[in-house]
Every structure is written in C-alpha cells, then in structure tokens.
C-alpha cells in the first residue's frame, strides 16, 4: 500500500502527523499519530508501506 504522511495543526505545539491512503487521499484509522515526521515514517518502513 503506498502512503503519504501528512501533519494535523501545522505550526501548533499540538500538530501531530499521521499517514493517509496515496490513491484515495484518506487517512488510514488503524494507524497511531506520531510527535515528529520521523516517527511517522519509522512506522511505516516497519509495517511495509511504500511512502509516496
């Protein structure tokens, strides 16, 4: 499945990123939130999810 990491409340001590669909642009609800980018996309190379 290819994935794309996205950041809610840019700018905001509280913005965090989570991962959405590449195709259908939605995001995946099975997936944790994550503080940093980094973090985001450790995850996904751990699950096997292409990043996009």
Same mark, same amino acid.
């Given at each position: +499945? &290819?994935?794309?990491?996205?950041? +809610? =409340? &840019?700018?905001? %001590?509280?913005?965090?990123?989570?991962?959405?669909? %590449?195709?259908? =642009?939605?995001?995946?609800?099975?997936?944790?939130?994550? &503080?940093?980018?980094?973090?985001?996309? =450790?995850? %996904?190379? &751990?699950?096997?999810?292409?990043?996009?």
């Amino acid at each position: +499945m &290819k994935v794309t990491i996205y950041c +809610m =409340n &840019k700018g905001t %001590a509280s913005q965090y990123f989570a991962l959405k669909d %590449a195709e259908e =642009n939605q995001p995946l609800p099975f997936t944790p939130t994550w &503080k940093t980018e980094r973090g985001a996309r =450790n995850w %996904a190379i &751990k699950q096997v999810l292409e990043l996009v």
